[in-house]
T-cell receptor
Framework: EAQVTQNPRYLITVTGKKLTVTCSQNMNHEYMSWYRQDPGLGLRQIYYSMNVEVTDKGDVPEGYKVSRKEKRNFPLILESPSPNQTSLYFC???????????????FGNGTRLTVT | QKEVEQDPGPLSVPEGAIVSLNCTYSNSAFQYFMWYRQYSRKGPELLMYTYSSGNKEDGRFTAQVDKSSKYISLFIRDSQPSDSATYLCAMSVGSARQLTFGSGTQLTVLP
């Protein structure tokens, strides 16, 4: 089954304790992206990657890191989490080519992070 | 002012009703317009996609884009309890990937 898999689904941590949220897709998609979803603010893009070793900042990148060493994986790293990073996080992937401009985003089922 | 404005609801309708969901936007460069549906504890999934102005129909769903008014709509006919979800409008300039999302409208269809 074609899917985007995020782990963990739920995570509670304390301020300053480094954490990683994993994302993996099995659709051979070049493009991957991380979003956070907050009430009243909708989905906001954190980072995106157009292919292996190519990453770029989205709208709200502060406090986050990403890496793209393999095509299928795109982990999100919080080096020193703070309470304002408490949110619902989504990973998404898509085809990326000039012929696939209208290729839709496929989303994972989310990771709910609480930082105390 | 946000680039994309969407009434958050919540919106509650009886089964069989026609539902109208709307978004307004300020960036006239937007060309791709999408509606995503998000069930509770799930990720968003693409429901409808349109490019430029006009209407697009898919079963009980109709997406409408009015670029002159910077206004998009999603109509759901004969709404069902299974349509209960949060509906997110999304739009972009250059492709269907780099999206600006509305904040979502929570819809409940009562049996």
């Amino acid at each position: 089954e074609a899917q985007v898999t995020q782990n963990p689904r739920y995570l509670i941590t304390v301020t300053g304790k480094k954490l990683t949220v994993t994302c993996s897709q099995n659709m051979n998609h070049e493009y991957m992206s991380w979003y956070r979803q907050d009430p009243g603010l909708g989905l906001r893009q954190i980072y995106y990657s157009m292919n292996v070793e190519v990453t770029d900042k989205g709208d709200v990148p502060e406090g986050y890191k990403v890496s793209r060493k393999e095509k299928r994986n795109f982990p999100l790293i919080l080096e020193s989490p703070s309470p304002n990073q408490t949110s619902l996080y989504f990973c998404a992937s898509s085809l990326f080519s000039i012929r696939a401009l209208n290729s839709p985003l496929h989303f994972g089922n989310g990771t709910r992070l609480t930082v105390t | 002012q946000k680039e994309v404005e969407q009434d958050p609801g919540p919106l509650s309708v009886p089964e069989g009703a026609i539902v109208s969901l709307n978004c307004t936007y300020s960036n006239s460069a937007f060309q791709y317009f999408m509606w995503y549906r998000q069930y509770s504890r799930k990720g968003p999934e693409l429901l409808m996609y349109t490019y430029s102005s006009g209407n697009k129909e898919d079963g009980r769903f109709t997406a409408q884009v009015d670029k002159s008014s910077k206004y998009i709509s999603l109509f759901i006919r004969d709404s069902q309890p299974s349509d209960s979800a949060t509906y997110l409008c999304a739009m972009s300039v250059g492709s269907a990937r780099q999206l600006t999302f509305g904040s979502g409208t929570q819809l409940t269809v009562l049996p």
